[in-house]
């Protein structure tokens, strides 16, 4: 059973709440950093695909809200919590987060300013927030029609990022390892918008048809298709929708689905998850697969 320490919850749920007051999205953490409550549905092998249409708490980031009420409540459905975490990609800021690791034993701040120069582009003044290890996370802000994915060391090692579907841990949060700060002189600041040049680099391969046959899911597809199969365990349902909007918003959704599928499972997922997250992103985008 979770050890409850009422005075790191209290103090948890005050940043979640100061938070959620900037436009934040925000759910409770427990000290692994992880969502602090668990879904409802993990002793159901054969329940459906859910991201909170249950109505029940414990969807992780599917929980997320800027709603004083709702949070209290996720908050008392939580009381180990220490930390929050907050909603990545969602409006208004279309959060990015840059997380600059330490703990791989790479200089991951040298390897994006390395970038940086080789892509000319800068990072502008925003919210920074020191980790507990020593590491990192630059909040940025995107553009309201780009949705940007999880990545884990693919702009460079050491750098992971945190797009839709993802969540940063809020600071003021307290885990295992220590708390999490901003960085002086920034905690005052708004997400800086992410630099064009950056953007792209954290984008998948870029769109290059829209049409596809049936025989062949076309150069678009197949980069779709390589993007599901890229994903880490954490990543794949993220992933997977998001390659399957981008099918149904260019016309290939239906000659792409099986090839998603064969791709989602070759992950980890089931067919029965892959279908359901599927189907979920063809409703998203106004089709039927």
């Known amino acids: 059973m979770a050890t409850i320490d009422r005075q790191a919850t209290t103090l948890a749920l005050a940043h979640a709440l100061s938070a959620a007051e900037r436009g934040l999205a925000v759910i409770p953490l427990s000290r692994t950093k992880l969502p602090a409550l668990r879904s409802p549905h993990r002793d159901d092998p054969t329940a459906p695909l859910c991201h909170g249409e249950c109505g029940r708490f414990g969807h992780g980031v599917y929980d997320a809200s ?127 918008a992410c630099p064009p040049s950056l953007l792209q680099l954290l984008l998948p391969p870029p769109r290059t048809g829209r049409h596809a046959t049936p025989a062949s899911t076309g150069q678009h597809g197949q980069g779709l298709v390589q993007f599901v199969l890229a994903a880490h365990e954490g990543q794949r349902n993220t992933r997977l929708f998001w390659a399957a909007c981008r099918a149904y918003e260019n016309g290939l959704g239906p000659d792409v689905t099986e090839a998603l599928v064969d791709a989602a499972i070759h992950t980890g997922l089931t067919e029965h998850e892959a279908r359901s997250t599927i189907t979920s992103a063809s409703r998203m985008t106004r089709h039927r697969p």
């Open 66 to 192: 800027i709603d004083p009420l709702r949070i209290r409540e996720l908050f008392a459905a939580a009381p180990w919590a220490t930390g929050y975490g907050i909603a990545c990609g969602l409006d208004p800021h279309h959060l990015i987060g840059i997380d600059l690791d330490t703990k791989s034993g790479t200089d991951s701040p040298a390897a994006l300013r390395e970038l940086a120069l080789r892509h000319l582009f800068t990072i502008p003044e925003t919210v920074v927030v020191l980790t507990p290890s020593g590491g990192r996370h630059v909040w940025l802000s995107g553009p309201p029609d780009v949705v940007v994915p999880n990545s884990a060391g693919r702009l460079a090692p050491g750098i992971d990022i945190r797009g839709a579907g993802g969540y940063l841990v809020g600071p003021g949060s307290r885990t295992e390892h220590g708390a999490y700060s901003t960085a002086p002189g920034t905690a005052h600041l708004a997400p800086a």
